[in-house]
């Protein structure tokens, strides 16, 4: 365990050391079994993924509307044809798809899906939620939850809060406030539905009863972060409701109550609405926005993750300057193998262990399979590489510093940053 890593072995040793690392995922769409069925998992979920979609719909001539009408078995179907019959499945939404399905036994060769259908059709969710996080080798996830969505209010109202259900503890909760911020001028009236005294006009109490409002929901929620995806366009300061929000309420209940506060930036969102949550594009926001925000509230703590490829370099940096900054992820049209390889060694480079490298942002249950199965692979070719230079030096490593990086940088480095105090 602690011998010197050679030449020879380093290879081998940092591909077990990664392969063995228990994952926190910080950021997916999954859900904890509770939730019932907003939980996704089986093949016709994984085939009807948003990003296969989009893919599809390059090559078919049907309409949007004619594709939404059709039953989830028929879109599999017609995805499965167009991307993995008429055309060799390559693109990495598809590749994860077989990568999946190979993980857990069947036969990636056969083209017939009948066999993989039968397969999910035996299994049982609990079971097989153990199966996955074992395949994938998973601590836990991180769930993305909305207070404002009517199917997870019950669940965490009814369930949990009054009848004292336990939630999994491998799902850990997010506190998504994008209907808050981003569509005020309809939650206000929901806010006051539910008996907050709120107005349209962010005044002093308003302000005080979205922080309640939060308050509540962190209690009961017990979140990991409150997040929110913001617009490429998403400025601070700024003379909007989303950024008053931002400042009045979110950062001083972040602070106070140790609830780092995530942003996701960089969506266009329904560039193509015919698409639905394929239909979302990127641009590239202006970093000085985080830059204000980590100045301005040293105090406070930001987990940041930004879709443009061309904000990733200057997000490092900043992450330099700024201790209460933790970059995250490879973000959505980021999680390709290509852009994780070059973003990752950026990192490594800029950064050294102090990042968290990748999220799966995982939206069927299975998808954690493959996700983590391909980041494993780029981040030990990347990790390699940098030992190896390292050692170049004359420089000697043990397999435990080896293990020690890697879980931080494999999730590790989330709990220490909720645990660290900056007075
Ligand atoms: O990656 C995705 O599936 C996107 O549709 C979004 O959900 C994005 O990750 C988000 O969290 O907004
Ligand atoms: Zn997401």
């Known amino acids: ?14 591909e077990q050391v990664v392969r063995d690392a ?31 979609i989009a893919e ?72 097989y939620v153990d199966q996955v996080f074992d395949v994938a080798n ?8 909305d207070p404002f969505d009517p199917k997870e209010r019950s669940v965490w109202l009814e369930k949990i809060k009054k009848a004292g259900e336990k939630v999994d503890p491998r799902f850990r909760a997010a506190l998504r406030l994008d209907m808050l911020l981003i569509n005020w001028d309809q939650s206000w009236h929901q806010l006051k539905e539910w008996g907050f005294d709120v107005t349209p006009d962010l005044n002093d109490r308003t302000v005080e009863e979205v922080q309640r409002f939060l308050r509540e929901w962190i209690e009961l929620m017990n979140p990991v972060y409150m997040a929110v995806s913001l617009p490429y366009d998403f400025e601070l300061p700024e003379k909007s409701a989303r950024a008053e929000l931002i400042e009045k309420c979110i950062v001083p ?30 641009g590239k926001m202006n970093i000085a926005s985080i830059d204000y925000l980590c100045s301005k509230y040293p105090h406070n703590k930001f987990l940041v993750t930004l879709l443009a490829r061309e904000n990733q370099h200057e997000l490092a940096v900043l992450a330099r300057k700024f201790r ?29 262990t102090s990042v968290i490298l990748q999220h799966s942002d995982a ?3 299975d998808q954690l399979i493959y996700k983590w199965e391909h980041s494993r692979r780029i981040i030990t070719q990347v990790l390699v590489e940098k030992y190896q230079d390292l050692m170049a030096t004359g ?9 020690r990086d890697v879980d931080k940088l494999m999730g590790g480095n989330l709990w220490s940053f909720l645990e660290r105090e900056f007075n």
């Open 1 to 14: 365990m602690t011998q010197p890593i050679t030449r020879e072995n380093l290879f081998r040793t940092v």
């Open 22 to 52: 228990k994952v926190t995922d910080v950021h997916t769409h999954l859900y904890a079994p509770i939730f019932g069925d907003i939980l996704l998992w089986g093949f016709d979920e994984l085939v009807t993924y948003h990003y296969l």
């Open 56 to 127: 599809t719909m390059r090559w078919v001539d049907i309409s949007y509307d004619e594709y939404w009408k059709m039953t989830k078995v028929e879109q599999a179907d017609l995805i499965w044809k167009t991307l993995f019959l008429d055309n060799s499945p390559y693109s990495e939404a598809c590749r994860g798809v077989l990568t999946t399905l190979q993980r857990l036994g069947l036969d990636a060769s056969s083209r017939d899906v009948g066999p993989y259908r039968e397969f999910f059709a035996g299994k049982q969710l609990e079971d």
């Open 138 to 145: 998973l601590e836990c996830v991180v769930m993305t939850n």
């Open 253 to 282: 209940v972040s602070r106070e109550t140790n609830v780092p506060f995530a942003l996701m930036v960089g969506v266009k969102r329904q560039l193509n609405p015919g698409l639905r949550d394929a239909g979302d594009g990127v």
């Open 324 to 352: 209460n900054l933790m970059p995250f992820g490879c973000w959505w049209f980021l999680n390709n193998p290509s852009l994780i390889e070059e973003i990752t060694k950026m990192r490594l480079e800029l950064l050294g």
């Open 363 to 365: 939206r069927v249950l």
């Open 395 to 403: 420089w000697v490593l043990t397999e435990a510093e080896i293990r």
